[in-house]
């Protein structure tokens, strides 16, 4: 059963208009696997990670999630999105509902748990990062670490069975890239499958059980961080790793 | 003619004709406007609802609907409403004042349909990307994620296409529907006194627009510092 990929996608191909941004990415994620993107701008790492839960559509190729084709028409994408979660570089937190709404929402109206459940378990996630006292506050007020932490448990309070992370620290001030990573480290620490697009090398080095190096909508490289780290074969992931600070 | 002369012949007007002017004219233009916009909002809401169809044909026939109506004058659209509407359809037996409301909805619809579809439309979509990656569908990300932050752009831009309506509707004055224009046709016409009508009506137009205008930018403004 453990053989089985939670994820596995075939050959993914994906345009926006004359710019051919996924050239066949084949590729695929274990159960409690940790993979780190990394790669410079452009490179179609965010499109490779938004194609996984059908954000982007791929025109062509399969991503199969926990056995089933998600790009078949005749699958209700909704459903397995419920158990994908995924945070976003801008955090996207719902401002006109409050913090611990922003929490239950979806796992209420989506019939997983009564409205008390949810109430108690946005409680307790709130407590493990830290913003247990903001529960009844609009998130408008909070910094930029701590609206990236509530996306996170926001993402979890679903119960997913992995989380998609689309460069989760990037729009975070410098001061405030810290808390986040943590909390990422605690969840993949507990043993949740993650994929995480970053430009946080040391990060990404630190946790992951697999890099993949991505260029010009191909992946180029696929490791152990310290394969891909210390001795990367590809001229492309060298001439990248030469250029960004560790 | 003196500037005491005139005073005088305002006070005049107002002493002789003050309810043509503040009870007939005044209601039949809030009644008009009232109607105008709460069916304009009803219909427009429609038509943005069905400019995201999926169906191809029902989106192109609103976007041209729109298009005419935006693109032609609101008074050319009235005489249609007063002289054509109650020709086509003759069993409905419809008096001026209703034709003409007809003709005002339809016209504020394709308005209203703009703002409700930019007031969407100016939702950040990471916001809907942020609730289908939660799983919930399009509508329930609709109804509970985009709609609720889209209400803040549109309540404000409603208002303000009341103000605007309360203007428009002194082109029903050519159909002599009763509203303040009308009001200055009436009492212009029974004492000649051109000037002082003229500056009563637009008096009580703009302090009613404008008092509006405030409680509107008042109500934008509690309902920004809820965030």
Same mark, same amino acid.
């Given at each position: 059963?453990?053989?089985?990929?939670?994820?596995?996608?075939?050959?993914?191909?994906?345009?926006?208009?004359?710019?051919?941004?996924?050239?066949?990415?084949?590729?695929?994620?274990?159960?409690?696997?940790?993979?780190?993107?990394?790669?410079?701008?452009?490179?179609?790492?965010?499109?490779?990670?938004?194609?996984?839960?059908?954000?982007?559509?791929?025109?062509?190729?399969?991503?199969?999630?926990?056995?089933?084709?998600?790009?078949?028409?005749?699958?209700?994408?909704?459903?397995?999105?419920?158990?994908?979660?995924?945070?976003?570089?801008?955090?996207?937190?719902?401002?006109?509902?409050?913090?611990?709404?922003?929490?239950?929402?979806?796992?209420?109206?989506?019939?997983?748990?009564?409205?008390?459940?949810?109430?108690?378990?946005?409680?307790?996630?709130?407590?493990?990062? #830290?913003?247990?006292?903001?529960?009844?506050?609009?998130?408008?007020?909070?910094?930029?670490?701590?609206?990236?932490?509530?996306?996170?448990?926001?993402?979890?309070?679903?119960?997913?069975?992995?989380?998609?992370?689309?460069?989760?620290?990037?729009?975070?001030?410098?001061?405030?890239? #810290?808390?986040?990573?943590?909390?990422?480290?605690?969840?993949?620490?507990?043993?949740?499958?993650?994929?995480?697009?970053?430009?946080?090398?040391?990060?990404?080095?630190?946790?992951?059980?697999?890099?993949?190096?991505?260029?010009?909508?191909?992946?180029?490289?696929?490791?152990?961080?310290?394969?891909?780290?210390?001795?990367?074969?590809?001229?492309?992931?060298?001439?990248?790793?030469?250029?960004?600070?560790? | 003619?003196?500037?005491?002369?005139?005073?005088?012949?305002?006070?005049?007007?107002?002493?002789?004709?003050?309810?043509?002017?503040?009870?007939?004219?005044?209601?039949?233009?809030?009644?008009?406007?009232?109607?105008?916009?709460?069916?304009?909002?009803?219909?427009?809401?429609?038509?943005?609802?069905?400019?995201?169809?999926?169906?191809?044909?029902?989106?192109?026939?609103?976007?041209?609907?729109?298009?005419?109506?935006?693109?032609?004058?609101?008074?050319?659209?009235?005489?249609? #409403?007063?002289?054509?509407?109650?020709?086509?359809?003759?069993?409905?037996?419809?008096?001026?004042?209703?034709?003409?409301?007809?003709?005002?909805?339809?016209?504020?619809?394709?308005?209203?349909?703009?703002?409700?579809?930019?007031?969407?439309?100016?939702?950040?979509? #990471?916001?809907?990307?942020?609730?289908?990656?939660?799983?919930?569908?399009?509508?329930?990300?609709?109804?509970?994620?985009?709609?609720?932050?889209?209400?803040?752009?549109?309540?404000?831009?409603?208002?303000?296409?009341?103000?605007?309506?309360?203007?428009?509707?002194?082109?029903?004055?050519?159909?002599?529907?009763?509203?303040?224009?009308?009001?200055?046709?009436?009492?212009?016409?029974?004492?000649?006194?051109?000037?002082?009508?003229?500056?009563?009506?637009?008096?009580?137009?703009?302090?009613?627009?404008?008092?509006?205008?405030?409680?509107?930018?008042?109500?934008?403004?509690?309902?920004?510092?809820?965030?």
């Amino acid at each position: 059963m453990n053989n089985e990929p939670m994820i596995r996608t075939v050959n993914l191909h994906k345009s926006f208009g004359a710019l051919h941004v996924l050239k066949g990415v084949s590729e695929h994620v274990s159960p409690q696997e940790v993979v780190s993107i990394i790669g410079p701008s452009g490179s179609g790492k965010s499109t490779f990670l938004r194609c996984l839960n059908m954000l982007e559509v791929p025109e062509e190729g399969q991503i199969f999630f926990e056995g089933v084709d998600i790009t078949d028409k005749k699958v209700d994408v909704n459903l397995h999105r419920q158990k994908m979660g995924m945070v976003f570089q801008l955090f996207n937190v719902f401002p006109h509902l409050t913090v611990k709404q922003n929490i239950t929402l979806a796992p209420v109206l989506l019939k997983k748990k009564s409205q008390q459940e949810a109430d108690d378990m946005a409680m307790e996630l709130l407590n493990r990062v #830290g913003l247990a006292d903001k529960a009844d506050n609009k998130p408008g007020r909070l910094s930029g670490g701590q609206k990236q932490r509530l996306a996170i448990v926001r993402a979890l309070a679903m119960e997913p069975d992995v989380m998609l992370f689309d460069e989760p620290t990037s729009a975070l001030d410098p001061e405030m890239v #810290g808390e986040v990573l943590d909390v990422i480290k605690n969840l993949v620490k507990g043993g949740m499958t993650s994929v995480i697009v970053t430009h946080e090398m040391g990060f990404a080095k630190e946790i992951s059980d697999r890099v993949l190096f991505m260029d010009d909508g191909m992946v180029l490289e696929s490791g152990t961080p310290s394969e891909i780290f210390n001795t990367p074969q590809n001229p492309r992931t060298r001439d990248f790793l030469s250029k960004v600070l560790m | 003619m003196s500037f005491t002369t005139i005073c005088e012949n305002i006070v005049m007007l107002l002493r002789e004709y003050w309810h043509v002017f503040l009870i007939e004219g005044v209601s039949y233009t809030l009644l008009l406007s009232v109607i105008t916009v709460f069916f304009g909002a009803i219909l427009g809401s429609l038509l943005a609802l069905g400019k995201r169809s999926r169906f191809r044909i029902v989106r192109g026939i609103i976007t041209a609907f729109v298009e005419v109506i935006r693109g032609t004058p609101i008074l050319l659209q009235l005489y249609f #409403g007063y002289f054509i509407l109650p020709m086509m359809v003759p069993a409905l037996n419809l008096s001026a004042f209703t034709s003409i409301c007809i003709a005002l909805v339809i016209n504020s619809s394709a308005y209203v349909s703009e703002v409700i579809r930019s007031g969407i439309q100016a939702v950040d979509h #990471g916001q809907t990307e942020a609730a289908r990656s939660l799983g919930l569908n399009a509508r329930q990300t609709m109804l509970r994620i985009v709609l609720p932050q889209a209400v803040k752009n549109i309540l404000p831009a409603l208002g303000n296409e009341f103000v605007m309506m309360i203007k428009e509707t002194s082109l029903a004055s050519t159909f002599f529907v009763g509203e303040l224009m009308t009001s200055y046709l009436k009492v212009k016409g029974a004492t000649w006194l051109n000037l002082e009508s003229l500056i009563i009506v637009g008096v009580i137009y703009f302090v009613i627009t404008f008092t509006l205008s405030k409680v509107i930018a008042v109500f934008e403004r509690r309902m920004r510092a809820g965030e």
